[in-house]
């Protein structure tokens, strides 16, 4: 059997997937938790501004609900290309969201550390049927 056929991976795959719906779920229901996984070192002072950075921490939330539920369909309707290409792509989004802390100058590597994992779940998956 050929590594991309493992249902391990599709295990981990979908572990993968209900991190990144429990971090949306997290993110929409509460913007300043989720706000503090990007290590800023303070939320916005003025109401206009911590509006503004709640709304886009519930649209951060949504994407990473979107990628979960991605994954989890890809998973079950047995698409292995489908499903590795989405994981790829979610190691890419974690690898960004590295890039945006360490412009923020701490806490890249809470996102960087996990992103290899993603991908080479993913790229296993993309690997000969």
């Known amino acids: 059997m050929a590594i991309s056929r ?3 991976l599709l295990l981990a795959a ?4 209900t991190i990144f719906v429990g971090f949306g779920i997290n993110a929409i229901l509460r913007p ?3 706000l503090t ?5 303070r939320p916005p ?3 206009a501004d911590r509006q503004l950075v ?15 539920l991605a994954i989890y369909a ?6 292995r290309k489908a499903l590795g290409s989405i994981v790829l792509a979610a190691s890419a989004v974690a690898a960004v969201d590295g890039a945006v ?14 992103a290899p994992m993603v991908a080479l779940v993913g790229a296993l998956l993309l690997g000969p049927a």
């Open 6 to 8: 493992s249902p391990i």
């Open 14 to 17: 979908a572990a993968f997937g």
């Open 32 to 34: 300043a938790h989720a």
């Open 37 to 41: 996984f990007f290590e800023f070192a």
């Open 45 to 47: 002072a003025s109401a």
């Open 54 to 68: 709640d709304s886009l921490m519930i649209i951060y939330g949504a994407r990473d609900v979107f990628m979960g």
């Open 74 to 79: 890809a998973a079950y309707f047995g698409n």
């Open 101 to 114: 802390c360490k412009m923020n100058g701490e806490g890249e590597w809470a996102h960087w550390g996990y």
